[in-house]
């Protein structure tokens, strides 16, 4: 059976500035169901999470043949707290596994279950990152109807904060006319940094087609708009990506980099092709993994 815990690779992209790091994904697909989601340009019935098979059995198995020194990341193409995983604790069963062995691990959420497992995470090396991409509720409906509202997520940073686990927080994807004034989105950086978030990761949105539609659909003024944006402005990528002119990005990339470092975080932009716009260690906060745990010889 195909490994759980393989090396990130998004399809060898170049804009890609990640330092190495496994990626290991509980479900196969999202129930969160974000409009802007690529999972659904890959996987088939992408907005149904469901448990990978014999899950645990493979995880067991692919951390035998692992780096401990490498970072895993949980999760890249589906959210570790989706919906499911209240009931199937997929996600703390390998937490309970990997955690004493010393393992680094990030785990990307949205969600505020992620607070359930706090006892697991606060004693092992172990980051989270949030993605919080408006503050405005109901926007954040809109674009991630099944994810919790974002000012819940912001309490999960504090939560999180006031335990000593770094916080991360991805304001991520900016989405031209949908959540890209820059006054809202400081707004986000400046509650997150208050509430003890100590990197940001900026990004903005990378348009393909099916998320295209999917977001003019939800927003019919303005949906004609974002499309020609993309698809008459922007610059096409390989995998028939979209990518907004570089004008546009660095715009506001350098305006949220310059205010972010002003509020005393550590900065970053994900998959942006601009370097000059890391300001930490690593783009993806994996430099915060506390080492809390001595790593176990895995046989
Ligand atoms: S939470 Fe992440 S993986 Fe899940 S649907 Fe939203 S963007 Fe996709």
């Given at each position: 059976?195909?490994r759980?815990?393989?090396?990130?690779d998004p399809?060898?992209d170049?804009?890609?500035?990640c330092p190495p790091?496994y990626?290991?994904?509980p479900?196969t697909g999202?129930?969160h169901?974000?409009l802007y989601?690529y999972?659904s340009s890959?996987?088939?019935?992408?907005?149904?999470a469901r448990?990978?098979?014999?899950?645990i059995k493979?995880l067991?198995?692919?951390?035998?043949?692992?780096d401990?020194?490498?970072?895993?990341?949980m999760a890249?193409s589906?959210d570790?707290?989706t919906?499911p995983?209240?009931k199937?604790?997929?996600?703390?069963?390998a937490l309970?596994?990997?955690i004493?062995k010393g393992?680094?691990l990030?785990i990307?959420?949205?969600?505020?279950l992620?607070?359930r497992?706090?006892d697991?995470i606060?004693?092992?090396n172990?980051?989270?990152?949030?993605?919080?991409?408006?503050?405005?509720s109901?926007?954040?409906?809109i674009?991630e109807?099944?994810?919790?509202?974002?000012?819940e997520?912001?309490?999960v940073?504090?939560?999180?904060s006031?335990?000593?686990i770094?916080?991360?927080v991805r304001?991520d994807p900016?989405?031209?006319?949908?959540n890209?004034?820059?006054?809202?989105?400081?707004n986000?950086?400046s509650e997150?940094?208050?509430k003890g978030?100590?990197?940001?990761?900026v990004?903005?949105?990378?348009a393909r087609?099916d998320?295209l539609?999917?977001?003019a659909?939800?927003?019919p003024d303005?949906?004609?708009?974002?499309?020609?944006t993309?698809?008459?402005r922007?610059i096409?990528?390989?995998?028939?990506?979209?990518?907004?002119?570089?004008?546009?990005?660095?715009?506001?990339?350098?305006q949220?980099m310059?205010?972010t470092?002003k509020e005393g975080?550590?900065?970053?932009?994900?998959?942006?092709?601009?370097?000059e716009?890391i300001?930490a260690?690593?783009?993806d906060?994996?430099?915060?993994?506390?080492?809390?745990v001595e790593?176990?010889?895995i046989?």
């Amino acid at each position: 059976m195909s490994r759980v815990v393989s090396i990130f690779d998004p399809w060898k992209d170049e804009m890609c500035t990640c330092p190495p790091k496994y990626s290991c994904s509980p479900y196969t697909g999202c129930s969160h169901s974000c409009l802007y989601c690529y999972i659904s340009s890959y996987i088939p019935n992408a907005f149904i999470a469901r448990p990978k098979k014999d899950f645990i059995k493979r995880l067991i198995r692919d951390i035998r043949r692992i780096d401990p020194k490498i970072p895993i990341s949980m999760a890249n193409s589906s959210d570790p707290y989706t919906p499911p995983e209240d009931k199937l604790r997929l996600t703390r069963r390998a937490l309970e596994i990997l955690i004493p062995k010393g393992l680094k691990l990030i785990i990307l959420t949205k969600s505020t279950l992620v607070l359930r497992d706090i006892d697991l995470i606060k004693c092992g090396n172990v980051a989270v990152s949030i993605t919080i991409t408006t503050l405005d509720s109901n926007v954040a409906k809109i674009i991630e109807p099944m994810a919790p509202d974002p000012w819940e997520r912001l309490k999960v940073v504090e939560k999180l904060s006031e335990k000593e686990i770094p916080v991360i927080v991805r304001v991520d994807p900016i989405i031209p006319y949908v959540n890209d004034d820059i006054g809202m989105l400081e707004n986000v950086i400046s509650e997150a940094i208050k509430k003890g978030a100590k990197h940001i990761v900026v990004s903005t949105y990378k348009a393909r087609r099916d998320s295209l539609n999917r977001l003019a659909k939800a927003f019919p003024d303005i949906g004609k708009a974002i499309k020609e944006t993309y698809l008459t402005r922007g610059i096409k990528m390989k995998r028939t990506v979209y990518y907004l002119s570089k004008t546009w990005r660095r715009k506001i990339l350098k305006q949220l980099m310059d205010f972010t470092l002003k509020e005393g975080a550590t900065f970053a932009v994900c998959r942006e092709g601009f370097r000059e716009y890391i300001r930490a260690q690593s783009c993806d906060g994996t430099h915060l993994i506390p080492n809390r745990v001595e790593p176990l010889k895995i046989a």
